[in-house]
């Protein structure tokens, strides 16, 4: 029996080995839910780290929520933001010259000649954590070539390469790979054998890949030959471009990163892309679709589904995929017209966060150096192999680790397979800035989708892609290197002092009238009274105020502080003076951003301010107690679903082929007869000329209305008589006959993605605003109404005359502040629908401060805009804020 006396010296035994636990965040772990044998590995090699590292606390990254597909490149950037960074963060080609100019990343080498040192004190810090000494330069040698050989040759060139991506730097070795990946042409099996394919003879060639897809596009079956993720159609297409000779992004003689995608090969391989996507075919005497599937979420839900039979996917090195090898084959990329094959080659990387305490980046050196280590390899092929895996690993694994009779189980040809595609590998853009370098790759290739490419000939289209392509590098070239005269620097100094000065003074002038609108005191008989009560009021608001200050203009204090710095996440910030402010008046991403905010405004106002008056007013007309209720349940419901569940639903409605659910709906018409389909015209045609005629003969007819609305009402008949003379011209089919209608493609064209956005807005939204109408509307005495009856009042004038001058205060608030809420929000609705694509057509200025800050890590120059736009507001604000302080609120009685 334990003694009493004992208890405490285990207990304190257990707290001293828990203090000198080093705590760990790993990034790229697995949770607890997911079962994947890729995820049970990780946890098994986890398992064998900690059992031979007991002295340290390992606990998964959980990444920051974000949207859009960009979750893998925002998350880590958040956290590391927000002060909660992985110290083991996860790495990819693409991010790495970012991660290294930003000093996010420790030297590995040294890291591991620290690590495998036999002098102690390489391993020893001060009470500054700074190391004491470094190590021998023949241990940091051994180091570099033995993280080396832990990576295949194409990521050399990634990982090993000048300090902060400054050429001439010292060089270092900043991440260790540890799975390679690599691009295949994956297709099904079972739906090559439906259509008459051979699926032991994959396509080789552009034209056979083609040729294959066109002959797996079966429209009535909803199948596609081909799948593609429509939001960035580079990350697919670059393997097209790599194949023709082109490459997007090299270094130049002085070693300078350029993009070099404005050439004729790269325009050959986008050419193709149109074929894919876009050119129509004839099979049997009927216009089929172009046989690519465009899908903005992820793709292995259709892919599953067998919606589209092929896909360019990742072949894992290690475990090449938990696939059904009688389902589904893999083959290269095929061939270009030119002979040649390129695979985009990608790696899962992991690096040593720079911002860890010296412990914990020994102990992350010693969790990368085991994770890759031949022993955690065989710890993972044996669970592989036990659990039926086997014949999915990579094949030099299980030679090495001695599983012949398993390697004999391996499909034919998969090994080839991998081998052929790593042999024409090109890694993924990594050079400076190539962060985003897949949105700007995108957009070329979207404005050349949109392009009537087969009115053309094949030379005259070639040049219109590739002088796209030529703008599109210029365009990342002045991005990618920003080198500005200091003769113009100092003239856009001049600019943004100017600047400044505006934007103080519209600051102060609106908190002036802020102050004055709120700071009267009530002046009565009794004026001691009247400041006691003022005293009152003031310790009452005061918890109110303390809240509003710390979450409110203590994050307005320091992000003014933000926006003349050159804020760094892991380096030294440095005063910029007017320089970010500079940069944003002189730049068109900017300007674009701002003149698309100004149309999303117009759009969530013209289209979504009025419903909500109406239906209000529509629901006070029920007649029934009952249905009244069933009707606001009705219509208040979508209020209560996320705003990103909404958009989700909307996008599975606005699929972009003829399968999508508004497209069905709008191509039925083709169905029509001639007769039919001419009435339904002129019927359409009819009632949008009543519609005109209605916004241009009310405000005439009226004589009382104010001339506020009736300008409202001529600017909305003549906009909706425009487009109806553009409807006459351009309908599909002319307005006597059958329809013509083709497919839409939404969220994917840049003229139609804004409205798509704003509608689903408008449909959640309305029901919710209209309970503030429906309330003010209870005041409308039922008295008054039955005297306009008597008096011979028609709905109009019961409308005009009663209803909305007694809603026209409530109303003018209401609009003022959709106004400041237009200009602030959506960000989350257009990251959930469109990413802010295509081509950036809904990149409106919330979302590109969104991205300058947390994805370009331009946190000065976000913080820049983030003020011009405040500076923009600063007026509907104070107005707003007069209005409601003339208000009287009453009880209705």
């Avoid at 042409?185 to 079972?190: A, E, G, S």
């Amino acid at each position: 029996m334990v003694s009493a006396r004992v208890f405490p010296i285990i207990l304190l035994s257990l707290l001293t080995i828990s203090a000198r636990a080093v705590d760990l965040r790993v990034d790229r772990l697995p949770d607890s839910f997911d079962q994947s044998m890729p995820a049970v590995a990780k946890r098994v090699t986890l398992q064998a780290f900690l059992a031979k590292n007991p002295d340290v606390h390992v606990e998964r990254f959980a990444m920051p929520i974000a949207t859009g597909g960009n979750a893998m490149d925002s998350g880590p950037l958040m956290a590391i933001a927000a002060g909660t960074p992985p110290h083991v963060i996860y790495v990819n080609f693409r991010k790495s010259s970012t991660y290294i100019s930003q000093n996010f990343l420790e030297p590995l080498d040294i890291l591991l000649a620290r690590l495998q040192s036999k002098d102690e004190s390489d391993r020893k810090w001060d009470a500054h954590d700074r190391w004491l000494r470094d190590p021998d330069p023949t241990e940091i040698a051994q180091a570099r070539d033995a993280l080396l050989a832990r990576a295949v040759k194409p990521a050399w060139q990634v990982i090993y390469r000048e300090a902060g991506d400054v050429p001439g730097a010292e060089k270092h070795v900043w991440a260790v790979p540890t799975n390679t990946l690599i691009m295949a042409l994956m297709f099904r099996k079972d739906l090559f054998l439906e259509a008459g394919l051979d699926p032991e003879h994959p396509p080789q060639t552009w034209d056979e890949f083609l040729d294959a897809a066109r002959k797996l596009t079966v429209p009535e079956k909803q199948q596609y030959g081909f799948g593609i993720w429509s939001v960035e159609p580079a990350w697919t297409a670059y393997n097209l471009l790599v194949s023709n000779g082109a490459r997007v992004i090299d270094r130049d003689a002085n070693g300078e990163w350029k993009a070099v995608y404005g050439t004729r090969d790269a325009a050959e391989a986008v050419r193709f892309l149109w074929e894919l996507m876009r050119e129509r075919f004839v099979r049997n005497g009927k216009l089929m679709p172009a046989p690519t599937m465009a899908i903005p979420t992820e793709l292995k839900i259709y892919w599953a589904r067998g919606q589209f039979a092929m896909q360019f996917s990742y072949l894992n090195e290690e475990l090449m995929g938990d696939i059904n090898p009688q389902l589904v084959g893999m083959a290269p990329v095929p061939l270009s017209p030119k002979g040649t094959r390129g695979s985009e080659v990608n790696c899962e990387m992991l690096g040593v966060f720079s911002g860890s305490s010296p412990e914990q980046k020994l102990a992350a050196m010693r969790y990368i150096w085991f994770y890759t280590s031949d022993e955690a390899k065989e710890i993972r092929t044996r669970l592989y192999v036990d659990n039926g895996y086997g014949m999915f690993v990579d094949p030099e694994l299980l030679k090495k680790f001695g599983y012949d009779r398993v390697l004999a189980q391996q499909p034919k040809g998969w090994a080839q397979v991998f081998e052929t595609a790593m042999k024409a590998g090109v890694p993924e853009p990594y050079g400076r800035n190539t962060d985003a370098i897949w949105r700007y790759l995108s957009k070329p290739m979207n404005t050349a989708l949109e392009m009537p490419i087969g009115s053309m000939t094949y030379d005259q289209s070639i040049d219109a892609i590739q002088k796209l392509m030529q703008n599109s590098a210029d365009e990342v070239n002045r991005k990618l290197l920003g080198n500005i005269p200091p003769a113009e620097m100092r003239m856009r100094r001049i600019v943004a002092a100017c600047v400044m000065l505006g934007i103080a003074f519209a600051f102060g002038v609106g908190m002036a009238h802020v102050w004055r609108y709120f700071g009267r005191m009530a002046r009565g008989a009794n004026p001691t009274r009247a400041r006691r009560r003022a005293v009152a009021g003031y310790l009452l608001l005061a918890p109110a105020l303390l809240l509003v200050a710390l979450w409110q203009y203590l994050p307005l204090g320091g992000g003014a502080i933000i926006s003349v710095t050159d804020f760094q996440l892991a380096q030294s910030s440095h005063f910029a003076g007017l320089d970010n402010f500079a940069g944003v008046l002189f730049d068109d991403r900017f300007w674009a951003s701002f003149a698309r905010t100004f149309y999303f405004v117009t759009l969530v106002i013209g289209l979504g301010f009025w419903p909500p008056i109406l239906l209000a007013i529509l629901l006070q007309e029920v007649p029934t107690v009952t249905a009244k209720y069933i009707y606001r349940t009705v219509y208040y419901l979508p209020a209560i679903v996320s705003g990103v569940i909404v958009m989700f639903l909307w996008q599975q409605l606005y699929g972009p082929d003829e399968n999508g659910v508004l497209n069905q709906l709008l191509m039925s018409v083709n169905g029509l007869g001639p007769v039919s389909a001419t009435l339904l015209k002129w019927v359409m045609l009819a009632l949008w000329a009543s519609l005109v005629y209605v916004l241009i003969r009310l405000p005439i007819k009226l004589d009382e209305m104010g001339k506020p609305m009736k300008a409202i009402l001529w600017l909305a008949g003549g906009v909706c008589g425009i487009a109806l003379i553009w409807t006459i011209v351009h309908m599909g089919g002319g307005i006597v006959g059958e329809f013509d209608v083709g497919p839409l493609r939404w969220t994917q064209s840049p003229g139609l993605a804004m409205v798509c956005v704003v509608i689903p807005m408008i449909w959640a939204g309305a029901g919710n605003g209209s309970i503030l109408y429906l309330a003010a509307l209870k005041n409308v005495p039922e008295e008054t109404y039955e005297a306009a009856e008597i008096d011979g009042a028609t709905p109009w004038h019961k409308v005009f005359y009663i209803v909305l001058p007694r809603l026209k205060y409530l109303i003018v608030i209401q609009f003022i502040a959709a106004v400041i809420g237009a200009f602030k929000g959506g960000t989350d609705y257009i990251l959930a629908l469109t990413g802010g694509g295509p081509n950036d057509s809904t990149t409106v200025l919330a979302l590109e401060i969104f991205m300058r800050t947390f994805y370009d890590l331009k946190f000065g120059l976000g913080a820049a805009m983030a003020w011009i736009l405040g500076a923009v507001l600063i007026g509907f604000t104070a107005y707003q804020l007069k209005m409601l302080s003339r208000a009287e609120f009453r009880t209705s009685g």
